[in-house]
């Protein structure tokens, strides 16, 4: 079996986010993962519309280009990490908007995140779970969030987030465990494809 393919996920759009940050960051530590390939994937390059579609693709395909390139992109993965901003005490709305627009794509693979903005953005990233766990992936309990001060002292250049060693230990916990629930989902979703196949035959 070929090594589980894990997503970085951009989850902010806006020419001044910070999202570039923590993404460079995480993106570094999983990179070094021996048992993970990892591609970040930016929402800037998938532009879509807010939700315009007849249903979710669950129930029908969808008709828009963008949105079928995404869901296209979505299913070569076998796991995802999302950096999240907080707005509001909840997830950007283009996140928010993107996991909408895909559906089997998302099913039986871990989900992580990288949480920022106020109280770290605990807040945004619990609400991700309970999407994710709609979409039957699998949220992982390990998270990073970086809490105001830390967000505060990187923005601000007085700090780089490699330098907080408390980040280093939170995100190889998070990036150990969707590598492990990325392995064991991957050979369970081929276990399926091969059952499915003996059982149409």
Sequence with gaps: MSKPKIAIV?????????ADVPTQWIAKIAKSHADIDVEVVDL???????????ASSAWAPS?????????????????????????????????KNAID????????KPA???????VGGARAVE????HA????????KSAVHIAWGDFLAVRQGEKKLEELE??????TALINDVAWWAKVLKAARQADAVAEEVKAA
């Design 112 to 118: 992580g995140f990288v949480g920022y903005g106020s």
């Design 166 to 171: 408390h980040l280093n230990q939170a995100a």
């Design 63 to 95: 008709q828009n280009e963008v949105a079928k390139r995404w869901q296209r992109k979505v299913a070569e993965f076998d796991g995802f990490i999302f950096t999240a901003a907080e707005y509001n005490h909840g997830p950007t709305a283009v996140l």
């Design 133 to 140: 766990v709609e979409l039957q992936m699998a949220p992982v």
């Design 44 to 54: 800037r390059d998938f532009p879509l519309p807010f939700f315009d579609e007849v």
């Design 10 to 18: 951009v989850g902010s759009t806006r020419a001044a986010r910070f």
């Design 101 to 108: 627009y895909a559906a089997n794509e998302w099913n039986k």
């Design 127 to 130: 609400q991700l779970r309970l």
